[in-house]
């Protein structure tokens, strides 16, 4: 940036026009980059297609549902201004506690009804660390990253302890129909997820606890004195990110028949990676949902791309967390050409 | 001013105490509808205490606030404005990420349908904001762009606009002019007249002499918590203001 240019701003829209287009739609080619390149690898090394392949694309879906269920919860956190590290073990613990009550109420009441009770029981319980969460940043005022991290550690523990330290088999009809069944050829997981998705953008795009959550993130202070009840949206945050990964550890324990404590140990990462590679700023004040989509999809084209292309799976690992950091530096480079504007 | 009316605000021997330290005693302040007062003083005059007071940011050790005639008690912030007493922030006031309707609206979003899901009319919310600031004569090309995109003095014209659509009747503005540039200044200071001729009172609180008799119809000084003089701007000079202030 020129020296004048900084002394007299002109307005941000000559400015950078087109560096604002690319960086606005970023995520939509880094994902396009992305599948141009596994094609062409894999047009190359095995004369298959990658793209092509149904199998790899309902692959891909049933891959990201997990993360994304995460994610989107975590959309709101994030936008909020906040952070949420339980997510990955809430999840692990939700998978748990669907098990045991489906277990433990299937015999008597069948696999619908004894389903239903068990997602009832489950998303409630689902719903505590994050009310705890919630009081705990909106109330006692501790940071979202400690308060969080705090319960990290203790949903992992319950989790284990619910689950004896190791996996809970779960039988029950209607929830491996969940985990597993299709609807005109899309997977059960898929669908639900849309909808969860359809939901969770209605309310962050379109209502006023959506608006609010951008004006907390934005300036909280700002928030407070229009008189926007910034405590309380700051709880139903982290219970609806909490519920979220609720949601996420049900369908996985649909999926595998089973619940593991560990079952959303590595998606705390996916979850934050969709979210700031979908364009929202870990500043808060601004995300989207259909970008945490487009994030979501590009973490599980990476991770299915790099497994389909055989690479040791734990360069997933190392591949989203380099995405992260890429996605958060030019979110802060943006950031300051922003003030440059003003 | 205009001393047959009654006044808009008027605040009787007010006093405050912060431990040891008398912030305020028996300080009496009148505004009256479309003046323009200035509030000055050294720091820790007990203007800000004042102008929290009034408020509602904390209620008064004793002395009472009467308000359109009649004797209120101000719970709190919120309270003061849902009676029209508005404060303007410079930095507290917008969220940088929301554009200038949805500031305007921020806390009393209107809802419409949409086939039969409740949902914030942004397109309602535009529009008046925009009719708002065009009866201030504040132009802004385009309403849709987060406020980050604007200028120091034209989010400060879009916090003073929003006042304004929410009936404000007295509007505090705290160092409005600070930090902005000449052209700005010149623009909040014709946007102070603009309220003024609508019948809003306004408290001034500056450190600049130059706009307190620039913008001001009446000067009050504060000295160590307690009314140390007060003057009709047309009749005063700075040099006795200072006097007055320094003591």
């Known amino acids: 940036m020129s020296a004048p240019a900084a002394a007299h701003p002109r307005p941000a829209e000559q400015q950078s026009n087109w560096i604002g287009w690319i960086a606005a739609a970023r995520a939509w080619l880094f994902l396009i980059v992305l599948i141009v390149g596994f094609e062409v690898w894999s047009q190359i090394a095995f004369q298959a297609t990658f793209v092509g392949n149904l199998f790899n694309i309902s692959s891909i879906a049933v891959f990201a549902v997990a993360p994304l269920l995460l994610a989107i919860g975590q959309t709101f956190v994030i936008i909020s201004g906040g952070i949420d590290l339980s997510v990955g073990f809430t999840m692990g613990f939700a998978a748990v506690i669907v098990s045991h009550v489906a277990n433990l109420v299937t015999p008597s009441l069948g696999p619908v009804l004894g389903l239903l009770v068990a997602v009832v029981v489950t998303v409630a319980a689902s719903a505590l660390p994050g009310l705890v969460n919630g009081l705990l940043i909106a109330r006692l005022r501790v940071p979202p990253f400690i308060g969080t991290l705090g319960m990290y550690g203790v949903v992992r523990g319950v989790a284990y302890l619910l689950a004896g330290g190791t996996t809970v088999p779960v039988a029950n009809d209607a929830l491996s129909y969940i985990g597993n069944g299709t609807i005109i050829g899309i997977p059960v997981v898929v669908l639900l997820t849309a909808l969860a998705m359809l939901v969770l953008h209605y309310l962050l795009s379109q209502t006023r606890f959506g608006q609010y959550t951008y004006a907390v993130g934005g300036n909280r202070a700002a928030a407070v004195r229009a008189g926007i009840n910034v405590r309380r949206v700051t709880v139903l945050l982290y219970i609806l990110s909490a519920v979220c990964a609720g949601i996420g550890g049900i369908l996985y324990a649909g999926r595998f028949s089973a619940g593991a404590a560990q079952a959303g140990e590595p998606l705390l990462l996916d979850s934050i990676a969709a979210v700031v590679i979908g364009g929202a700023s870990l500043f808060g004040g601004s995300g989207t949902i259909v970008g945490t989509l487009i994030g979501a999809l590009i973490v599980a084209v990476i991770e299915y791309g790099l497994v389909f292309i055989n690479v040791e799976p734990f360069w997933q690992f190392v591949a989203v967390g380099i995405v992260i950091i890429i996605s958060v530096l030019v979110d802060q480079s943006q950031r300051k050409g922003g003030r440059v504007d003003e | ?247």
């Open chain 2, 1 to 247: 001013m205009n001393d047959m009316a009654a006044p808009l605000l008027e605040a009787r021997k007010i006093s405050k105490r912060f431990g040891g330290v008398h912030a305020l005693e028996d300080v009496d302040f009148r505004l009256y509808p479309g003046e323009v007062v200035a509030l000055a003083g050294d720091n820790g005059a007990g203007k800000s205490t004042l102008t929290k007071i009034i408020s509602g940011v904390f209620p008064p050790d004793s002395g009472e606030i009467a308000f359109d005639g009649s004797h209120v008690v101000l719970a709190n912030p919120q309270d003061a404005r849902t009676r029209g007493i508005e404060t303007i922030y410079q930095d507290l006031a917008l969220a940088d990420n929301l554009d200038v309707g949805a500031n305007v609206f921020l806390g009393r979003e209107p809802m419409t349908r949409w086939f039969g899901l409740p949902v914030i009319d942004r397109k309602r919310m535009r529009a008046e904001a925009a009719r708002t600031l065009d009866m201030l004569d504040i132009g802004l090309d385009r309403l849709d762009r987060p406020v980050r995109a604007l200028s120091g003095g034209q989010r400060q014209c879009v916090a003073i606009g929003r006042a304004l659509h929410w009936q404000a009747k007295v509007m505090i503005m705290d160092e409005p002019t600070a930090a902005l540039g000449v052209p700005e200044q010149r623009k909040v200071l014709a946007l102070i007249q603009s309220l003024k001729a609508r019948g809003v009172g306004i408290v001034f609180i500056s450190h600049n002499l130059h706009d307190i008799f620039a913008a001001s119809d009446r000067i009050v000084v504060l000295r160590r918590g307690i009314n140390a003089g007060e003057r009709t701007t047309a009749q005063a000079n700075p040099d006795e203001i200072v006097r007055m202030m320094v003591g």
